[in-house]
Structures are given as C-alpha cells and as structure tokens.
C-alpha cells in the first residue's frame, strides 16, 4: 500500500466520524493510475467540490483530519413541496360528485312518483315502430355516461399516485413501488390490487365496475305501456230517459229484441248495444275520441234497469199421452203450468203464460203481459220433455254507463243507487212490473200486431231448440244430461238477452238531455319502470358510499404524499429521484425483471429532507432519514452503518462491473487490473465507502476494461476465478457519458451535436451500449389488435345476419311479456353489457399509447419539453384531444376519437332490440269443416228467416256488427270448427284462414220508375198507392192512421217474373204522413257462388277477410237455385209457420223504417230524397238475405281440411335504423383504430423500452445516467419544471439508448 494512503487511513483512527467525500476520493487518487484519475473530476450532484468549504480539495491529501460529514448534511434541508392534487381527487370536488349522485337518485324517484301519480308521461309518435324504443333507452344511457367517466378519472387518479402513497408508507420492496403499475383491464387491477392488499386501490376499482353496470340499468328505467287517462267534461248528448214507450203495444221493440235473441243463441253475437248481461242503459250519443290515445272509454252517468229472468226448474213434472195429444203437468213457486201438444215423431217446442200461480193461499190475478211464462220442449227420440219456468222482474237504478268508443259496446256497469226520478214505468201505471215479453194482450184487431206477438212466441223457444239442436246430442242429449240443466242455462241466457234487449228499447222513451261524462283512453306512455329505477338508485347509492370511504382512506393514505407535478409526466419520476444515487443501477434495456433483481433487498421511502425517493442504505441526498417504516433517522443510520446489513455499494459495484462483461462473480477475486483496483479500495475503504465512491470506480473499472481488450479476456480465463455467461441478467454494458448525443431515430448533424455539460464543466465520455429489447404491451401489440378488429368486423356482420334473420323469422317469440318492463329491461341492458368489452379494450389501447406516446416523441429527437418529458395524455378525453391537436400529434387525437366512438356504441346497443306486433302464419293446420254448400231440408219451417230477420231488425235500430261467418253484410261463409286460440307467447290477435266456399247475397234494389199518392182523401180511411218498376205496375192501399206507414209487398202480377212467390221481387213502401209522399223500392235478389279463402278471428270467431277466387263451386242442390226472397212464401196450413211468415214480413220494413228514423231528420228528411230510402233498404234487406242464406244455403258435413292460422303477437326484432348503425359504427372504428395502429407501428418502431412505462422504474431507467435530471428537484411544479427546461431538446440516444437533452447555453 502506498504511504500516502496508509497515513490517510492512519489519520482515521482516531475520530469517530467518517472522512469527507473529497478526502476518500484524493487518497483513491493517489492510488489510482492516472488515467482513472482524470475520470474523476467531481463528485455526485450534492456531494462537495473540490475547494469547498466542507471538503478537502480532490487529488491532495489531508494534512489534518477533515471534518466529517454525514449523509444529512450531505444534501440540503429542502422546503416541504405542495400537495398538488388532481382536481378529481379533491374533496370539494367529491363533495359535488356525491350531491350530484343523491340529486340524480332523487330526480329518479321523482319522475318515478309523477310516472304512478300521472300513469306515465305522453310522448309523441308512441306507436312509431322503433323510433321511441331507441330514446328511451338510449338517451338514459347517455345521461350515465358522465358518472362511468368521473368515476374511471377518479380511479386512474388514485391508481397513477399510489406507488408514491406507497413510498411514503416507507420501507416497500422495488416491486410493490417502483415496479408498481396498474394498467390493463379492470379485472387485472382488481386482482393485482387484493393480491398487493392495496385496498384503496381494490374499491376503487370497484366503485368504477358498479359505475359501469349503471349504463345497462338506465336502459331499462324507462318502458312503454298502455294505460288509461281521463279526459274530464266531456258532454254527452242523452237519447233516452227512464219511461214506457207511447207505441210499446204495437211490439215492434220486442219483435226485434226476439229477433236478435234467436240470432245470439244459434251465434255468438254478445250483447246488443247499450246492453250487458241482464243491463239496459239509456241510450247516449257515443262522443268522438278526445285526447292523444286509442280504445278510448266514455264514462257516463245515467239509469239502467237490472232485469232478471227469474228462470227455476220445476218442483214437480209429470207427462202423459194419450196418443193423439202429450200432455205435460208442471209446478213451481206455487205455480202449475199445463201444456197440451199434439203426439208427433218430431221434435217440439214452445212457450206459453202460467195463468194459475198463487200467493198466500189465494189465486193471483195478473195482466197476461205480466205473468210468468213456461217454455217447454218434447224430445220424439227419448219420448221425453222438458219445461222451464220464468218470472221476470227488474229494477231502476242510477249507474255510470262505461261504452267503448270503438265498437259502441256497453263495456261496465256501476250500480250507484236506486234514487231514480218519477217516470212511468217504476211508478203508475206500469209500476215496476216487468213485460214477458211472449205473451200480449190479442184485444187489438190489428192483424200486424198479432202476427208480431205470433212471431215472438214462435222465435224465442224456436231459438233456443235450434241452438240445442246444434250441440253435440241435440235437445234429446240436454234433456237428459244432468236432469235437464243444461237446456235450462240455454233457456236462462237467451231469455234474460231477450229481456235485457227489449228493456233498452221499450223502457227508455227518446229525450234529449246533455251530460257531462269523462272519457278513458287507453294510451301507451312512457313509464318509469320501478325495478329499474330502483336498481339504478341502489347502484347510485353503492357508488356514493364507496366514492366515501375510498376517498376518506385515499386522503389518510396520501397525507404524507408531497408531489407538485403531475404524476403522468417523465418529469415527475424525476423530479422525485434526481438526488438519489440509487438510480445509477439502472440503465435502458433494464427490464422489470432485471429491475427487480438490481434492487433486490432495497426498501424505499420518501425522505424528509429532500422530499425524493431514497432507498435504506442510500447515503445520497439524505436517504436515511426517510419518512416511514417507524424508523427516525438515528435508527436508519445505525442500521446503514452500524449493523452492517445494509446492502454494501462496493459489493453490488464488482456485480455490476461483472455482469456488465457477461460473468458471475463467484469469490472476491483481485485479479487483473479491474478487480485489482475494486478490491483494494474496497478492502482499504469499506466502512468509509458512499455511492459516490461506487460511481468513481465503477467508471473507472468501465474504461479500464473498455481501454484494454486483453484485459477482460485474462480476468475471465485467469487460473480458477472463471465467470461463466449469465443468461438471467442484463447484457448490456454500462453507459458512459460521451461529448455528443446521438438520437435513436434522427441522424445527428455536426449543428445538433450540443456539448453535453457536467457540473464541473468537464466532459465525459458515453460507452455504446446494445440496442435494448423492445417489449410492447399486449394491447399494443399487433395480433391483439388484429383479434379485436376482426371481432368486430365479425360483430358487425353477426348484428347484420340476425336483422336478417329478424326480418326472415318474423322476429322472436316472446314469453310472459305482460310483466309490465321486464322484456324492456332485458332487451335494452344485456346488448349494452354485450358492448362493454369492446369499449373498455379500446380504451385501454388508448391509454397504453399516450402513456408511451412521450417516448415515440423522444426517439425522434429534438423534442421540446413540453411535448416529451412534460407531456401528458392521460388527465382526460378533452385535454388529449386539444393538445394532441395543438401538437399534430395525429395518432393520439385519432385513438382518441376511437375511444370516443366507442362511446356510442352503448346508446346504439340499447335500441337494437324492439317488440312490434307481428303477423306469423302457420300453415297445414288440421280443421274441420262443417258446412258444406247444400239447401237444408227444413227451410220451409221459416225459424231461419225468423231469426235472420230479427237481427237485420237489431242491426238497423242498434248498428250491430255481422255474426260470424258473415262477411260485410252480404257474404255467407261455409263454417268450420275454429280452433281455440294459443295461450303461448305474447298472442293479441290470432286468424285462421281456409279454402272454402261462399255465398254472396245480392239485393238488386232499385228506387221505382213512378211513385204517386193516387188518393190520399182521408174521410176514406185509406190511401192509395200506384208505382211501376221494369215494365210492371202495382196499385195498393194503405190505412191512414196519421202516423207513418210502411210494409213490403210481392211483386206477384207481372209477366215477367213468373215464379213462384218465394223467388219473386218484392217492393218496400214507406209513405211519410207529414210530407204525404210514398218512397217504392224494388229489390229482386239473386246469389253468387265463389270459391274463397275467408279468415276468421280465433278469438270472436268474426270473418276479416274474404279472398274471393273462380265460381267453379262443388256441385250441389243449391247451384243454379234462384235466391229466397225472405218474404213471401208457398202458403202453408200450419199456424206457428204462417205466423213466422207474416213476422218476417213486418220485421224487414221496420227494420228499414227505424233505420231512416236515426238518420239526420228522420223519416221525414229522408223521404224527400230521391233515392233516401234505397241505401237503408239495400243495407238492411242484404244483410237479411245474407243473415239466412248462412242458414239455409249450407248443410252439415263433417270433413277433414288443412288451413292456415296467421297469429299476431308481439315479438322480438332488431331494429334496423340501429343495427345498421350500430355495425357501421363498429366497421368505422375497426378502420380507424387499425389505421391509428398501422401509424403508431410505424412511429414507435425506434422506440426500445424493456420496462413498463406504467412504472417509475420504467422512467427512470431511461434517464438514470441522463445529465439533465440534476436541474429538476422534489418541489417543482409544472410552471418551475418548464422553466428549468426552457429552450432544452431532448430525444434518446443511439449510445446510451436513455433520454438525454441538448440545450444551448444551459446545463443538460
């Protein structure tokens, strides 16, 4: 050893404190050769200079013992820096999140209240298809978008500090701080967060998951549904009032009320108008729709009268025949009833009064119109009857009348009470008593009269037999299942329709009052739909009280974290480790793993005296006094110093050397001039060695090794200390400053050359190193954005095949789709979960590419400050944008817009789905039919002309719709058996449609060629009548009762129509007694046969359709048969058929003359038209024709046939506006995110990090040995860092491969 350095170390026994900096490197100058001296000119930033006060000047020896220096006084006692924090991560700013939360959960359950309170909200266009289920669900989704975006800043606010809450924790390995990031997908971070138990970190993250979830949840708060909304006062005209009729005797109300009675119980017709069930309301002018809506309910208060039947089977029955009579014997309530018939081997029927009924002993005298009537029925094939006695009483009530304004059906009857106003009927002298409504008073001599009360006791019973007849069994079957009771309810219901038809008409007398009603109409409206809106609060309210307490533990976390910069900046990392010595370890192509092994051991924390990351055993900058780990300065010091386990620098300084040159060190070897040299100062100074004396030697073994080739090659192959290649570790050598920068991607010009400047204002020089790997994230990489864009070009034609398929299928069958919004929530939430993947994955590529967007500027070079090691893209969407526009920097403006894009993938997915009511028609449906073309053989006992007569009667008073199987008034439809509708599905209407054949009934009315009054001199008591038509004349008389008079006549005495009288042309006559004119109308019918497809609705069983084809019908006794007139027929002996004869022959014309009286005027207005009279003859005698040609013109059969059913249900489709926008949206951001990546490729291939950007130890392995650092320091804010670096070029070295600067007059 030298003497020098003996007396050196000798002169250092004696103190207790450890020699300057100045005098450990003069004694290693002297030592060393001389040209490692001349490497050695200053010490590390913050260490003495030569000539300082502190010191002894470098290269001379001591001639007393220095004054000690420890590590605190080492580095200079730096003011506290200011917190700056992310605005997100401020409390006031919190604070306004959180009420902007509780706001937005209270304006929820506001509109949620007003949507019961109000039944949902009016929008326009409801029903258009598509358009309102696109803003319903999109535009929540919209309005969730900013809480997904505050809450994902806030989270990648916490996430970028954390590793520096973690330094200031204190004592943390390298890999849970300065390799510390959180990138990647949101699953990632969670799982890295719990496995770290950084739990802040963790419920933040979280917090962001359920912010996300809201985005599927409002697209369900909102649904469309159908309700009723009240339009109050609205006037109603009132028609009627409670009364007796004047003309009630002349039984022409009860006529028709038979008439349609019989109808109904063969077909089921439903109740006539103003009519429900055992209900007659007055009638009222039925109001047009009001208010935005359909199927629209008026609601009227008015009287009704409640009939009841009083129907009951007999307490005692008994039959005899006596062979030529049957004779049946019946009692109830006190009642016997005595029915005598003539024995017959066909069936029978009828109705008459029960005259012995007693009360309390004594006989009760009644009005026969008042007393109570027995129908009865004899089976000839069980040689059995039947009897049903009935009572009918009723009683007045006042009511609010609820009628559909669609189909004027009386829909609801709410009984108020029976406070009535005086009328004639409840009081003298009708008295409440009820009319039977088959039984008259026969003193009249009006032969019209008797023959309609004939026509009436004939039509009732015959109704009810002909629609037992039509039962599976017949009458005989009903008779004899369950002791008749069967018939019984037959009887029950068409008697009480009859009464409740006749009381509409015969105890309500006209009067015109106006009352004011309200109107429902049922509309679809916009709701809030509860399940949603609750989940979406509950959601609302999870994120609030997790944004709390993240935040409380956050900011009790960071409190002893003090950064004035932001932490996204290249700067940042430096400003927080430009004194700290630990650094140097580092070099580009480190990667995290060689990170990690460099600073295996190391723990870390925050100093506070220059407020930088210090490691334990770090002497620079006064890295043991860090704050944390529970250890004050004194306790680091000895653990540095004293115990001896501290990482030794000299030790860590021979790995680096060795490893720089490929070997492994596996002793303390000397050999060589290298290890010479390291292991004599190292012994010599072992426990006097700082990291400035590792950096001096470490660089003078550098150069030493460079300078002599040989050299390596002897200390690897020299006697046993052999060092084997290290595969696991970095093989790069160490850099060395050099007088010029070279830059990665930018050829360096003798101009760009600037000197690079140390503090002294010496120059070094730079080794070459190895071009460093070059990792890229798996975001960023190729295939991966190759798989995403390929997903979603797929994605787009998968979205465009389903509409396809939508459009070919019909849509999709539905399951309880009456929950009211639960196929709402599903058809809106889960496409818009579908698009979360492809949102999030872009916006994680976007923040992989502006985090590693500072150092694709670098590898430019030439770089400004503000555009590289001050850059930052990660503080939000906006910000990126402007100044990636503001500095052309084309590839992150443009992955910005993608992400943006992607933003509208959300509200579009919402509205892919739709319901819309759907016609799907199944074919090869098994159906049976049941009549077939033919004439029945009993047509000549007229029942089937009856009834039809009595409902085109009901139909013209009453504007009923056709019956089944009948078609506008005029087509005769062969029945079949029409299945039950399906219960599958969300059915509104189903139709079954078959090949079959049709009978269309054609009137051929035509208005008189001459009508004249011949002689209206009414002391005659009559007027005569004469009119021609086609070439015939008819001359009649009609009696002047200065009433109105109308009739029908054959036309029976003209040559040319010899027929007989049921196919000859008859001629309707109304004479107006006010205007003393007659109206004539001739119609001669005739039939027309025709192959149709006719469709029926499953559910009314009505014809809606009538497809008419060929006239090539099947053969039958129907074909070339002319058509029955209705009207007149071949004179028959039988009382009961000359009765049906002459009732059909009154029902017509009064069905004709009642319609004329309910147009405009009346009867009088109409006859001074020229043709007034012949549409409501042609209408009502069509409808007649039509009405019997169903019953007469086809027979029974049983035939197996196939048709169609076409079912309407709401189904599920995709929307097509939406899903070609939704795909056009995925196509144009596949093409612009791959072009985004093509250009980032391209600008990022010079670009050579081994190590996460993401991390500190990224940043700074990239400016360990940079020169430029040491003007930045803990403290500076954004304004002080761009002033520090004013005017400076930055770029990365070809050499070095790390981040250098070039500035012209500064220090870099």
């Not at 935040?551 to 400003?575: E, F, P």
């Amino acid at each position: 050893m030298p003497p020098k350095v003996q007396r050196f170390l000798d002169s250092l026994k004696g103190t207790s404190r450890p020699p300057s900096y100045g005098h450990q490197l003069s004694a290693y100058n002297e030592y060393a050769s001389d040209d490692t001296k001349t490497l050695i000119q200053e010490p590390p930033y913050g260490m003495p200079s030569a000539g300082s006060s502190k010191g002894t000047p470098i290269g001379y020896p001591p001639e007393y013992p220095p004054v000690p220096e420890y590590a605190s006084d080492r580095a200079p006692q730096r003011p506290r820096p200011k917190q700056v924090l992310p605005t997100v991560l401020k409390t006031w700013y919190l604070i306004l999140i959180i009420i902007w939360i509780f706001v937005l959960g209270f304006f929820i359950q506001y509109l949620l209240y007003l949507s019961q309170k109000h039944g949902g909200f009016v929008v326009p266009n409801l029903d258009d298809f598509g358009g309102l289920n696109y803003f319903k669900s999109a535009i929540p989704v919209v309005l969730a978008m900013p809480i997904i975006g505050v809450f994902t800043s806030i989270d990648g606010a916490i996430v970028a500090l954390h590793p520096y809450v973690a330094f200031a924790e204190g004592g943390v390995s390298a890999e849970r701080s300065l390799l510390l990031h959180y990138a990647g997908s949101r699953h990632q971070i969670m799982f890295k967060a719990w496995r770290n138990r950084h739990y802040v970190v963790l419920f933040s993250s979280v917090t962001c998951v359920i912010a996300m979830t809201l985005q599927p949840l409002a697209s369900g708060i909102l649904a469309s549904r159908g309700v009723g909304v009240t339009v109050p006062n609205i006037p109603v005209q009132s028609q009627k009032s409670l009364g007796m009729i004047p003309d009630a005797n002349t039984l022409e109300t009860f006529l028709a009320a038979a008439g349609y009675a019989s109808a109904a119980a063969i077909q089921p017709l439903g109740s006539s108008p103003f009519t429900l069930g055992e209900w007659a309301v007055a009638q009222f002018t039925i109001p047009s729709q009001q208010g935005v809506g359909f199927n629209g309910t008026v609601n009227v208060p008015t009287t009704a009268i409640e009939t009841d039947a009083g129907c009951g089977t007999p307490d005692t029955f008994n039959a005899s025949d006596s062979g030529t009579n049957l004779t049946f014997t019946a009692t109830w309530s006190g009642c016997q009833a005595i029915i005598t018939t003539p024995d017959s081997t066909i069936d029978q029927f009828g109705v008459q009064p029960v005259t012995l009924c007693q009360g309390n002993g004594t006989l009760l005298i009644q009005e026969t119109q008042f007393q109570p009537v027995v129908f009865w029925f004899y089976s000839a094939t069980l040689k059995q009857g039947n009897v049903v006695f009935c009572h009918p009483t009723s009683v007045a009530w006042n009511v609010i009348a609820s009628v559909d304004l669609n189909s004027g059906n009386l829909v609801d009857v709410t009984p108020l009470d029976q406070n009535v106003s005086s009328n004639n009927f409840t009081g003298p002298p009708v008295n409440g008593q009820t009319y039977n409504g088959v039984q008259f008073d026969t003193s009249s001599d009006d032969a019209t009269v008797q023959a309609r009360a004939i026509a009436i006791q004939s039509a009732l019973p015959g109704a009810i037999f002909r629609a037992a007849r039509e039962t599976p069994g017949g009458l005989a079957g009903m008779i004899s299942t369950d002791s008749g009771q069967p018939l019984f309810d037959l009887t029950n219901r068409t008697y009480s329709q009859f009464l409740a038809t006749a009381a509409q008409t015969t105890y309500f007398f006209d009067d015109q009052e106006t009352i004011n009603s309200n109107i429902v109409n049922w509309e679809l409206r916009l709701w809030v739909y509860p399940v949603g809106a609750f989940s979406f609060q509950a959601h609302l309210i999870a994120i609030a009280v997790l944004a709390i307490f993240v935040h409380i533990n956050h900011r009790k976390a960071r409190k002893d974290v003090y950064i004035s910069t932001d932490t996204a900046l290249i700067a940042a990392a430096i400003t927080m480790t430009s004194e700290s010595s630990w650094t140097k370890v580092l070099s580009a192509g480190d990667d995290e793993a060689a990170v990690a092994r460099k600073l295996k051991g190391k723990r870390f924390g925050i100093s506070k005296r220059t407020w930088q990351i210090v490691a334990e055993d770090d002497e620079e900058g006064g890295g043991r006094g860090y704050v944390g780990a529970h250890e004050d300065r004194a306790s680091l010091l000895s653990h540095a110093e004293s115990s001896g386990k501290g990482i030794d620098p000299w030790e860590r300084m021979i790995d680096r050397v060795v490893e720089a040159r490929g070997g492994v060190r596996k002793g303390k070897g000397r050999e060589g001039m290298v290890w010479g040299h390291a292991a004599k100062v190292r012994k010599r100074y072992k426990n006097t060695a700082n990291e400035g004396d590792v950096a001096a030697v470490q660089v003078t073994a550098n150069r030493t090794a460079s300078e002599r080739p040989g050299l390596e090659q002897k200390i690897i192959h020299s006697g046993q200390r052999h060092f084997p290649k290290r595969h696991n570790h970095t093989r790069n050598p160490i850099p060395k400053l050099s007088y010029s920068t070279s830059y990665a991607s930018v050829p360096t010009s003798e101009h760009d050359a600037m000197p690079l400047l140390a503090r002294s204002g010496s120059q070094v020089q730079e080794e070459n190193m190895h071009r460093p790997r070059q990792i890229v994230s798996l975001f960023l990489k190729s295939w991966f954005i190759f798989l995403i864009v390929v997903g979603m070009i797929l994605l787009a034609g998968v979205v465009e095949t389903v509409l396809y398929l939508s459009q070919k299928n019909l849509g999709w069958q539905l399951y309880d789709f009456s929950d009211f919004g639960g196929i709402n929530f599903l058809k809106s939430s889960i496409p818009v979960v579908l698009t979360f993947p492809i949102t999030m994955l872009w916006m994680t590529v976007d923040q992989e590419m502006a985090k590693l967007h500072p150092f694709v500027v670098l590898s430019k070079g030439n770089a400004p400050g503000p555009q590289s090691v001050l850059l930052d893209y990660t503080s939000g969407r906006v910000h990126t944008l402007m100044k990636s526009f503001q500095y052309r920097h084309w590839v992150i403006f443009f992955s910005s817009v993608v992400c943006l894009a992607n933003l509208s993938l959300s509200p579009l997915a919402s509205s892919l789905l739709t319901t819309r009511n759907t016609m799907i028609l199944e074919t090869g449906v098994p159906l049976t039919s049941i009549k077939t073309l033919g004439l029945v053989p009993d047509y000549s006992s007229l029942e089937f002309f009856v009834a039809a007569s009595g409902y085109a009667s009901a139909a013209a008073i009453h504007n009923l719709t056709d019956p089944p199987f009948l078609f506008k008034g005029s087509w005769a439809i062969a029945e079949w058996d029409i299945p039950p509708p399906s219960k599958i599905g969300a059915i509104s209407n189903q139709t079954v449609f078959l090949n079959t054949t049709g009978v269309e009934s054609i009137s051929n009315c035509q208005v008189a060629d001459s009508e004249m009054v011949i002689d209206d001199d009414t002391s005659s008591g009559n007027i005569t009548i004469s009119g021609s038509w086609s070439g015939c004349n008819i001359t009649f008389q009609v009696t002047d009762t200065e009433s109105d008079q109308y009739g029908v006549l054959p036309l029976n005495n003209c040559n040319q129509f010899q027929q007989p009288p049921q196919y000859q042309p008859v001629i309707f006559y109304v004479y107006s007694f006010l205007n003393r004119v007659i109206k004539l109308t001739f119609c001669q019918p005739s039939l027309q046969l025709s192959n149709v497809e006719a469709g029926v609705d499953m559910h009314t069983g009505l014809v809606n359709s009538v497809i008419i084809g060929d006239s090539n019908v099947p053969e039958s006794n129907v074909t070339g048969l002319p058509a029955f007139n209705g009207i007149t027929f071949i004179p028959n002996p039988d009382p009961y058929i000359n009765a049906r004869s002459l009732s059909t022959q009154t029902a017509i014309p009064f069905a004709i003359y009642q319609g004329a009286t309910v147009q405009p005027g009346g009867v009088s207005a109409v006859a001074q038209l020229d043709d007034g009279f012949l549409n409501i003859t042609n209408t009502v005698y069509t409808r007649f024709l039509a009405l019997a040609a169903k019953s007469v013109y086809f027979v029974g059969t049983d035939e197996s046939v196939t048709g169609e059913i076409a079912t309407y249900e709401t189904r599920l489709w995709v929307n097509p506006l939406a899903a070609h926008a939704f795909s056009a949206a995925l196509i144009f951001i596949a093409v612009l995110a791959s072009i985004t990546h093509i250009a980032h490729r391209r600008a990022r291939q010079h670009v050579y990090l081994s190590c996460s950007t993401s991390t500190i130890a990224g940043v700074l392995s990239m400016t360990s040995h940079s020169q430029f650092p040491k003007l930045l320091h803990a403290g500076m804010d954004e304004d002080d860092l761009h002033n520090a670096l004013k005017g400076m070029r930055f770029g990365i070295s070809a050499k070095s491969w790390q981040v250098t600067a070039r500035g012209e007059g500064g220090v870099a």
